[in-house]
């Protein structure tokens, strides 16, 4: 099975920006993964509480697994720490398709890919 990793900076992020593409691929098979590297804490709209229940039910609906970590809003940083956590996360599930949607952490992916 092909699989999709999704990374966004806060809980609502991906369905803002790619639900619906995410939503095409899960359609065809793909299984899909999304990271939220903070729980939205420092956000003006909505609680963390509310944030990741609004984030479970989406992930639901496009049948993905979804994990919410804690670099802590507005701290992602491109250090050894967020290195080695995304590279473990794509070793794990080794994508076929990743979806960087941070600056951040495109830099970083971009980086952790080429020593992948």
Do not use: C
């Not at 809980?11 to 899960?26: A, K």
């Not at 080794?94 to 980086?111: E, W, Y």
Request: hydrophobic letters at 35%.
């Amino acid at each position: 099975m092909k699989t999709v990793l999704a990374f966004g900076a806060h809980p609502d992020d991906i369905e803002w920006r790619i639900s619906g593409t995410l939503l095409r691929l899960s359609k065809r098979g793909y299984k899909i993964y999304i990271k939220d590297l903070t729980r939205g804490e420092k956000a003006t709209l909505g609680t963390p509480k509310e944030r990741e229940k609004e984030a479970m039910k989406a992930a639901k609906i496009l049948k993905a697994e979804r994990k919410i970590l804690d670099f802590g809003d507005r701290n992602i940083k491109v250090d050894k720490k967020g290195k080695s956590v995304i590279q473990q996360i794509i070793k794990k599930y080794k994508p076929d398709i990743i979806f960087p949607l941070v600056i951040g952490i495109d830099i970083l992916t971009t980086k952790i890919q080429e020593n992948y």
